[in-house]
Every structure is written in C-alpha cells, then in structure tokens.
C-alpha cells in the first residue's frame, strides 16, 4: 500500500524566514503533487513533478523531487503572512488507476 | 470555463436521512474523483468513474456509499442512513485523461446531526 508522509505537521515561522517542508513516499510513485488549501476551500494546484531531479519554482515556493529517495521538498524561501495555508503533497501511480494519495498536509503559520 | 462544480456547498443532515452530493466536471473532462476530508486530516481517496462506468471503488466504505457518473449529468455520491463519522468535507476532482491534471471542486461540507 502506498503510504505519503510530510513532516512537519505544523510549522509556524516568522515572516523574512527560510523553511522546507519535507514528504516522504513509501513505493515507486508515477507523480508528485503539490497543493495549497486554506480554511474551508478547495485544493489549489501549486506544482506537478513528474521526473527525478524535476525542480520547480513560482514565488517564494519551489518543489523538487528525488525519486531514488522517495523524498520530494516544498521549500519556502523569505515567508509572508499570504503563505499561510495548509499543503499537501500527494502521488499516484499509473498501475493505481490514477488515484492520489495523499500526505497528512503541513499546517503553515507565517507570523508578522 | 466554469471549473469543477460541487453543490451543495454546505449540508446538514440527521442521522438516519439520506445525502446526495453532486459533482459536474470541467468541460471535456471524462474522469471524475471522490476524496473525502475529515477534520484535520488529509483527503482519503473514495472511487473514480468515468461516464457509466465506475472504475476503481477501492475507497468507498463497503455499505450505505454508493457513486454513479451517468451518461447525462453530474456525478452523484450517495450516502444512505447517514451517521455522525460521515460528517466531512467531500471533494469532487476531474480530469481530462485519467492521467495528472486533477482540477477539484470546492468540496461539499456535510454535517450529520
């Protein structure tokens, strides 16, 4: 069974900071997603990665993704208050039938 | 282009009714996903369909949740008897290809009371 696990849970860092939020997957993994969800919305697409050593940067995030390791990083780099949100990373697998799975999602507090 | 649409946003029911969750794909989507939030957890995977034909149901509990995509109209996730453990946020996702490419709704906040 494929299993996702992001660390840390919750994050709460101040603004002008650096961080990296880090997932860990359990078997060959097709994709690895990014996204965003702040309280009561929807998931918002941040990033795709769809190969080893893929890296991908929009703003103040950029993704990258190691698949030898299993690991794919979220890194933040000079936090503002507008990142605050909830992300998730998830994966899927073509042999899945295309379903995600998701991580248990990173809870960001970025403080003023 | 409309987006993924989920309706109702916010529904409650007593425990013991029934619930009905719809979900209209983007334009030229063909693939539809059913995630369901707890509180304070990630989206659990439920089942996908394609127009009247569910493909993977690995993730619907085995009684009372049933999914249907028909030919005409949105996709349909059915609770039957509803209890409290249902209450969540269920999300609707779409695709074009079944491959990556998700675009979800914004989900379907049920209460059961």
């Known amino acids: 069974e494929l299993k996702v696990e992001q660390n840390p849970l919750f994050l709460s860092m101040q603004e002008g900071k650096n961080y990296t939020i880090y997932c860990n997957y359990s078997?060959?993994?097709?994709?690895l997603y990014w996204y965003r969800q702040d309280p009561g919305k929807s998931l918002e697409s941040l990033f795709v990665?769809?190969?080893?050593?893929a890296v991908k940067q929009e703003g103040r995030l950029m993704a990258s993704l190691d698949t030898k390791a299993r690991l794919s990083t979220l890194h933040i780099t000079a936090a503002v208050h507008d990142l605050s949100a909830t992300y998730f990373c998830?994966?899927?697998?073509?042999?899945?039938?295309?379903?995600?799975?998701f991580g248990e999602g990173t809870q960001l507090t970025v403080n003023p | 282009n409309a987006g993924v649409m989920q309706n109702p946003r916010h529904l409650v029911r007593r425990r013991g009714q029934e619930a009905r969750l719809r979900c209209s794909p983007m334009?030229?989507?063909?693939?539809v996903y059913w995630y369901r939030q707890l509180p304070e957890e990630g989206l659990k995977f439920m089942v996908y369909?394609?127009?009247?034909?569910?493909?993977?149901e690995s993730g619907m509990p085995k009684e009372r949740f049933s999914a249907e995509f028909p030919k005409e109209g949105p996709s349909i996730l059915r609770i039957q008897q509803v209890v409290r453990g249902d209450s969540a946020a269920y999300f609707c996702?779409?695709?074009?290809?079944?491959?990556?490419?998700?675009?979800f709704g914004s989900g379907t906040r049920l209460t059961v009371v």
């Open positions: 998830a994966v899927d697998r073509e042999t899945s039938g295309s379903r995600l799975t």
């Open positions: 996702a779409s695709s074009p290809t079944g491959e990556y490419g998700y675009t």
């Open positions: 369909l394609q127009k009247e034909n569910i493909i993977d």
């Open positions: 334009k030229g989507h063909s693939h």
């Open positions: 078997t060959t993994s097709d994709r």
């Open positions: 990665l769809l190969s080893n050593g």
